[in-house]
């Protein structure tokens, strides 16, 4: 393999570009010119669209959306922190407003983990398969995946 086959940034492609320059075969000539001037060009093209898009955030405002895409996250964590997290079988997180200082409405704050032994709070059911049904135990995150 010779060197012109291995472009790998502008000077170099120059470099060989004036080497070849100097060649009596015409083919490698033309495909050092070739390499150096779709090296040139694609160099253009990327630097102009950076460009571009740099101007077209400017001028529509992308940084504005940004902006509010963020507060409606904020929005939108703000607002589930006040749902119920207790996870429910074939349903997913409960989202009834939650009993004020505690994560989980009045119904499930009571749910204790169903592993013997243990009084932890429950968050959520228990997704394990007994046959073709759906355990569903309270358990609580320890014990959760080791039912």
């Keep these: 393999m010779n060197d012109l086959q291995q472009p790998t940034d502008l000077e170099y492609l120059f470099n060989n570009y004036i080497k070849a320059r100097r060649s009596s075969n015409s083919k490698t000539r033309q495909r050092a010119y070739t390499l150096l001037h779709v090296a040139l060009v694609a160099d253009m093209v990327y630097l102009d669209g950076k460009e571009f898009v740099k101007e077209s955030r400017e001028r529509q405002g992308i940084d504005v959306a940004e902006e509010i895409a963020k507060i409606l996250q904020e929005e939108l964590k703000e607002a589930t922190s006040k749902c119920c997290k207790y996870d429910i ?52 995150k320890n014990h959760k995946h080791k039912h």
């Design 89 to 140: 079988c074939w349903t997913g997180r409960c989202n009834e407003n939650v009993v004020e200082g505690t994560e989980y409405c009045q119904e499930h704050l009571e749910q204790k983990c169903y592993t013997k032994g243990c009084e932890e709070q429950a968050e959520g059911e228990c997704h394990g398969y007994s046959g073709s049904m759906v355990c569903g135990a309270p358990m609580c």
